[in-house]
């Protein structure tokens, strides 16, 4: 079964930090691009960041560009977002999010999210 | 990378045919061709229906289609059905290897 699980969310502080993993199985990690998409809650689903399959090209959106990394290991079929000086506004779901059906767009394949929550 | 705009809520009857639009500018919607679609029922992860504009992943009923005209990207739900009612998020690419999501919008089934 392809599947996604992400894993690391949590109660943190404001200026914290806080490390998101995302492990892959059912099918071949490395040949996928792969995103973060988060989900304030009551709210619109939100574009984070995207790495490409060997993890050489990165983007972020400018909310969290400087602040964000986004990284893979593909030995091990696991995503990461690294997320630094997080701030009130990044309280959230995080999906990780696979980029499939040889399509630019098609985000075919969704974790179930973890739950960020940054707060003092 | 401002949010789309959909609207915050439709509505229709069992059978009917409910358009969910999605506008954005020449830099996303219009720039390209790479506007997809996403089904989310309450406390689940969103489910891809349509992507490429036009085409539709394996599974997803064919009453889901969706078409673009111009900055303005649209879902069409035809011969609705209970299990429809979710709320529908466009996506679209916007350059620089960047995406940008609408901000929903919620379909009710009368």
């Known amino acids: 079964e392809v599947q996604l699980v992400e894993s690391g969310g949590g109660l943190v502080q404001p200026g914290g930090s806080l490390r998101l993993s995302c492990a892959a199985s059912g099918f071949i990690f490395s040949g996928y691009w792969m995103h973060w998409v988060r989900q304030a809650p009551g709210r619109g689903l939100v574009w984070v960041s995207r790495?490409?399959?060997?993890?050489?090209?990165?983007s972020y959106a400018d909310s969290v560009k400087g602040r964000f990394t986004i990284s893979r290991e593909n030995a091990e079929n696991t995503l990461y977002l690294q997320m630094n000086s997080l701030r009130a506004e990044d309280t959230a779901v995080y999906y990780c999010v696979r980029v499939g059906l040889g399509g630019f767009d098609a985000f075919d394949i969704w974790g179930q999210g973890t739950v960020v929550t940054v707060s003092s | 990378q401002s949010a789309l705009t959909q609207p915050r809520s439709v509505s229709g009857s069992p059978g009917q045919s409910v358009t969910i639009s999605c506008t954005g500018t020449s830099s996303d919607v219009g720039g390209h061709n790479y506007v997809s679609w996403y089904q989310q029922h309450p406390g689940k992860a969103p489910k891809l229906m349509i992507y490429d504009v036009t085409k539709r992943p394996s599974g997803v009923p064919d009453r889901f289609s969706g078409s673009k005209s111009g900055n303005t990207a649209s879902l069409t739900i035809s011969g609705l059905q209970a299990e429809d009612e979710a709320d529908y998020y466009c996506c679209s690419y916007a350059g620089s290897y960047t995406w940008v999501f609408g901000g929903g919008t919620e379909l009710t089934v009368l």
């Open positions: 790495l490409n399959n060997d993890g050489s090209s990165t």
